[in-house]
């Protein structure tokens, strides 16, 4: 067992260490042998540019996967706005089986409607195999391009999504008063915002089962301590603390959300 703890801290140590230096993802290609499929940009019905480019963000989703290969948007046979425009032929003819549209409509409330369907090309015009409609608020709508490629794969595939996925990471600056920051993001970089500053390093950070918590590792006090932040208020509970000397890694226990287990480098 003594062995075992070792070998699984030694592992959350270089994985912590990692977490120290600044993450970059860089997603410009995807798998080119992947199942072709047409995402078509989605249909605007308000005045001026969309404020997201929905269509883009499946694409790109699906792209990342490595499953499927978007068929360029200077190749798109045709654009249509609905199932019902979607001609068959024209996409057989590219081999494609599968077309995603959609349409981006705001809301007197200055929330928006995101719809899309997923159309068969070898059935009768219109066939469509998975829909779905969400009235979110502006800065939700990344979300809901995630929440349509999630189910797009999963229609096609049979494995959930992860698109919706968001990741912690702990970034070092140059230099100013708080030096290392927590932060959090959607899957591809995009929605990034700082959960907590500090003078000192921080590390390890692990989500709570249902996203709504970061727990994380700091050593502002002068010792490491174990704390746990609610996203939503940027409350923080601290839960242990041991001498600076000694460092802790932590995972938040899968059924309880504010279990804790421990892992102590003595």
């Known amino acids: 067992m003594k062995q075992a703890l070792r070998v699984a801290f030694g592992f959350l140590i270089l994985w912590a260490s990692v977490l120290h230096a600044e993450v970059r993802i860089v997603i410009d290609s995807g798998v080119d042998s992947g199942r072709p499929i047409g995402v078509v940009p989605f249909q605007w019905a308000g005045p001026g540019a969309a404020p997201e480019d929905i269509g883009g963000i499946v694409a790109a989703d699906l792209r990342n996967s490595g499953k499927f290969n978007p068929l360029d948007r200077a190749r798109l046979p045709q654009q249509p706005g609905s199932a019902q425009e979607v001609q068959p032929a024209a996409w057989s003819a590219l081999g494609i089986d599968a077309v995603v549209v959609g349409q981006v409509t ?35 709508l990344r979300y809901a391009g995630h929440t349509a490629s999630d189910e797009v ?114």
């Not at 090309?121 to 469509?128: E, F, H, K, N």
């Not at 968001?166 to 070092?172: F, N, P």
């Not at 727990?215 to 502002?220: D, W």
């Open 153 to 266: 794969f999963e229609k096609l595939t049979g494995i959930k999504g992860a698109f919706r996925t968001r990741i912690a990471y702990v970034v070092q600056t140059n230099g100013g008063q708080f030096p290392y920051e927590l932060r959090v993001s959607d899957y591809d970089g995009y929605n990034q915002f700082v959960v907590h500053r500090s003078p000192q390093p921080l590390m390890s950070p692990a989500w709570s089962p249902d996203g709504s918590k970061l727990a994380y590792v700091t050593f502002e006090s002068g010792r490491s301590a174990l704390v746990i932040q609610t996203l939503a208020n940027g409350a923080v509970r601290q839960v242990a603390s041991f001498p600076a000397s000694q460092r802790c890694t932590c995972i938040l226990a899968r059924r309880q959300q504010t279990g804790i287990r421990l892992v102590e480098n003595r």
């Open 106 to 140: 705001p809301n007197p409330d200055g929330s928006y409607n995101v719809a899309y369907q997923l159309v068969d090309t070898g059935g009768a015009p219109g066939t469509v195999l998975a829909q779905n409609s969400y009235k979110v608020n502006k800065q939700w």
